[in-house]
């Protein structure tokens, strides 16, 4: 069974029958001028992607609370997201973390060692853990023990745990 089937918008209007049909078996992505605009899918499938962004969210709110700090990188390490624990522990504005290279935020002295850490985990395609030294803006940098996997999407994330 496909993961998800393309239809110009023409086509579903001419045949809406068929693709509500089609839509109970997986999702159907509706097309316009050869862009995906739509998505129709089963209402079971929806309640299930509702519920489960309703648990990350809940998942997000107690990992800040417990203070986990979450990195993604891509696969140039460049920081594509991060947790709010992330930027209340570093001091750091998001807008001053998106889409930077990781090493930027890292103590110059950690950087090579790093660098390498992440490149070794990328090339095995595996996990790993790593000493992570954040500079923060006028403290002492946070030094954290972070385990990082490589995830299906080729990016990299980065979790570490507050200790009291």
Request: with cysteine; glycine share 4%; net charge positive.
């Amino acid at each position: 069974m496909p993961d998800r089937v393309a239809v110009t918008s023409a086509d579903f209007v001419r045949n809406i029958g068929r693709w509500q049909n089609e839509a109970l078996q997986h999702p159907i992505s509706i097309t316009h001028h050869g862009r995906e605009r739509l998505v129709l899918v089963s209402s079971r499938r929806y309640e299930e992607a509702l519920s489960a962004a309703r648990e990350s969210e809940v998942a997000r709110r107690l990992s800040d609370r417990l203070g986990v700090i979450e990195i993604l990188l891509d696969p140039a390490m460049r920081i594509l997201s991060a947790s709010h624990a992330f930027y209340r522990h570093t001091g750091h504005a998001q807008e001053d973390v998106l889409g930077k290279l990781l090493t930027d935020l890292a103590q110059k002295e950690d950087c090579t060692a790093l660098t390498q850490r992440l490149q070794r985990i990328l090339k095995a395609q595996d996990e790993g853990s790593l000493p992570l030294f954040i500079a923060r803006p006028s403290r002492p940098p946070l030094a954290l023990t972070a385990a990082c996997a490589l995830r299906a999407d080729k990016t990299l994330l980065i979790l570490a745990a507050l200790l009291p």
